[in-house]
């Protein structure tokens, strides 16, 4: 399995911006579609955003949509979330995912490998 490390978590007010990052130690990266989900206390971890293998095509759920983009750089072997407009809801431990192409059937389920996850807390 693919070893994941997350970073960049951090404390930030409402309306405020962050990026984490996701980093690989495999030399198959390209191999696999890519995804962050998170965990807020007291609730089930939900899936936040996504990548293809080639970073042609990302997905993300409409609680994020069109505040956070998801990127990736092959050549670092990095997948990065940048959060933007941040708002309290978005509190909750962040968790890097991978899933080698031949098993994926679906960017919401457990399968795959996951990083140690990073924590993120926004207030007002």
């Known amino acids: 399995q693919v070893q994941l490390v997350e970073s960049g978590g951090g404390l930030r007010q409402a309306g405020g911006s962050l990026r984490l990052s996701c980093a690989a130690s495999?030399?198959?990266?390209?191999?696999?579609?890519m995804a962050w989900f998170r965990q807020a206390p007291g609730k089930e971890r939900e899936f936040v955003a996504g990548i293809s293998w080639r970073g042609g095509n990302a997905y993300y759920s409409g609680s994020v949509k069109g505040r956070f983009t998801i990127s990736r750089d092959n050549a670092k072997n990095t997948v990065d979330l940048q959060m933007n407009s941040l708002k309290p809801d978005d509190t909750a431990v962040y968790y890097c995912?991978?899933?080698?192409?031949?098993?994926?059937?679906?960017?919401?389920?457990?399968?795959?490998?996951w990083g140690q996850g990073t924590q993120v807390t926004v207030s007002s």
């Open positions: 995912n991978a899933k080698l192409g031949e098993f994926f059937r679906s960017w919401y389920d457990d399968s795959g490998s």
């Open positions: 495999g030399r198959t990266f390209s191999r696999y579609a």
